[in-house]
């Protein structure tokens, strides 16, 4: 048995013990920065608690964690090009855009920054790959992708030091060795350098970066920690939310981006991403900076890259082989980590995933265009989903994925609200991923780094904000 595991069972039985672990573990969270604000008084930060996490690292496979690692510039690559191909972006959501109000609105604006010609050249991006280890029935298990994200990507910031707390709970139970293995994760520099390039490449000394901010900001503690990372460089960072967008920004002749007297060089979206973030006046705030000449992290092409239906067809045969031409061990390497992905467009492939699926909910789940956690269908809901959309044009908001079986292993949740007690968790592995582009050359492509977050399996979706996940770190094993 793994010694991470004995000293688990050790604890568990050792009330008073595990208790003043965990409480230790907490302290030194808040001292490391591991914070985040309360859910009671998410915009303000008079009062603040620690990040949810988990006691112990949790045990991953070392060669699936490389696996995912070593494919990150290559999905750099993929969201790049698809983002430069109106042909298939069109194809791909031709059936969604019929179907779901939010997509076609994006895919509105980007119609319309399309029709008027690209005003900037200057791209970055910064994308979260997210995956899973599936427990196949014989005994094998391979590396799956959940998704990739390409706006507002969370899991940096505050929690790149939970290392540095999994260490010395490490230590403090006596495993030298394992404290010695966990591997740092410190991916805020790498993320904010792209930033910082875009900036530089838009070459305007005065000119900021603007965070384009939600209502609600409880995660405002790790923005700050990329724009300190910034300010560090002498880049000056600005917070606007949507609403002040729409009342304060405009463009000049050169289609420059104002707001308040400043000249906005680089807008990063950390809202946008969910039809909650948008009124009426915030879709023109939208379309005001997508047509505008500021870089956008993302563009609202690098947006539509990043949704569910594109995922779906990529897993298309032959659809990889038109992006990598000549490169068939990167379309294998992509390739290996796709999950089964159908179309549930109206048409016969539709019509036979929809069988499919209501013939074996519990080997699927269903998908909308959605991000953020919390709005996949699984088990009786993918039934009642889609018997209420039946065959008819609504059927294609959704795609549907085969149910991947994680790795179970067993941890400690730490979050308010949790009994402190060994639950059977799943991990999902993601990888920070950064590049800049400007015109036809790739400036900067990197894998940042990693982030691993982790979940009783009692729960089938997922979310830090949610209550139900809380940030980790792995142990390769
Ligand atoms: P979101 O954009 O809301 O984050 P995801 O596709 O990442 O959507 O799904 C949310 C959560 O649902 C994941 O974090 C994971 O826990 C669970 N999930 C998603 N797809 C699968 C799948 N194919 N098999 C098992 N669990 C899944
Ligand atoms: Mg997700």
Redesign the pocket.
Known sequence: MMATKVSLQQLITNPDRLNNLADEAKELALLNGIIMRTHETPNSSEVVTYAPFTLFPTPVPKDMFLQALAVQTHYNTLVDKISQDPDFLEEALAGTIQADDFTARLFGIYKQVQQEGRTQSIVVGLNRS?Y?V?QREDGTSSL?Q??I?TIAVGGFGVTDSIPVVHRHVLRSVGLLKESECILDSNKTPGMSAALAKGWELYGQQKAVIMFLVEDVQISKLTHRCMERELWNRNIPVIRRKFDEVSKRASLDDDKKLFIDGLEVAVVYYRSGYSPDDYMEQTWDARLLMERSLAVKCPDISTHLAGT?KVQQVLARPGVLEKFFPDQPKVVEQIRATF?GLYTLDTGPEGDRAFAMALANPDA??L?PQ???????Y?GKDIVRVLQEVKSDKRRAAYIL??????REEHNILLRKGLPLKLFSV?C?IGVCGAYVRHGGEMLLNKAVGHIL?T?SIE?????IMGGV?VFDNPLLI
């Open positions: 997210d899973m599936d799956k959940i998704e994200n569910k999950a699927f789940v998908k959605r991000e953020g956690g919390g709005n996949n699984f994925m085969d149910k991947i079986r994680p799943c999902e977050r979940k729960h089938n979706d997922a979310g996940t």
